[in-house]
T-cell receptor, first 114, second 110 residues
């Protein structure tokens, strides 16, 4: 059973461009979580999604950030008009159909904004 | 959110036991205690969780104080691969999201 997959692993964008981060959860998992880790800081929760639904987006910045988890395909975290402060590692986690004690994390996407 | 307090860093020698403490004096009766760790340049990894009783698994043991205001993660024999940041997290029952603090950076020397 493959683990949580994220791509790309590294992404470089210029200020003002769009960044799209993809997350494929583990097989059979329908809960996806996105976290952000700024340099020298801890992980911060951003958004929690189930298939086609956003359950909790309390950690998402109000502007420029959006997330989706369509019925088919990976979950996407989209950042429009990136700024240097968006440079961070973005981690995706998944858990099984029922709320689980464990979240399984992917290797992360490291976004660098130049 | 209930908060946890952990030492910033701890050191250990290889093959010795390690006891990582966590204080959570404001824990509520239905909060679960979770431990995750993050190796350098990797995503976090689940270690163990518990509610009231001590727990053991292949990675570690979790000792929970009787009043639940503190807990200790025990690595029975530290290896160099255990060098990581260890996070103690309280997860509210019925909620899935995790709130990470700064964690404890564990350094393991040969």
């Amino acid at each position: 059973n493959a683990g949580v997959m994220q791509n790309p692993r590294h992404l470089v964008r210029r200020r003002g461009q769009e960044a799209r981060l993809r997350c494929s959860p583990m097989k059979g998992h329908s809960h996806v979580y996105w976290y952000r880790q700024l340099p020298e800081e801890g992980l911060k929760f951003m958004v929690y999604l189930q298939k086609e639904n956003i359950i909790d987006e309390s950690g998402m910045p109000k502007e420029r950030f959006s997330a989706e988890f369509p019925k088919e395909g990976p979950s996407i975290l989209r950042i429009q008009q990136v700024v240097r402060g968006d440079s961070a590692a973005y981690f995706c986690a998944s858990s099984p159909d029922t709320p689980s004690y464990e979240q399984y994390f992917g290797p992360g996407t490291r976004l660098t904004v130049t | 959110d209930a908060k946890t307090t952990q030492p910033n860093s701890m050191e250990s020698n290889e093959e010795e036991p390690v006891h990582l403490p966590c204080n959570h004096s404001t824990i509520s009766g239905t909060d679960y205690i979770h431990w995750y760790r993050q190796l350098p340049s990797q995503g976090p990894e689940y270690v163990i969780h518990g509610l009231t009783s001590n727990v053991n698994n292949r990675m570690a043991s979790l000792a929970i104080a009787e009043d639940r205001k503190s807990s200790t993660l025990i690595l029975h024999r530290a290896t160099l691969r255990d060098a990581a940041v260890y996070y103690c997290i309280l997860r509210v029952s019925g909620y899935s999201t995790l709130t990470f603090g700064k964690g404890t950076m564990l350094l393991v020397s040969p």
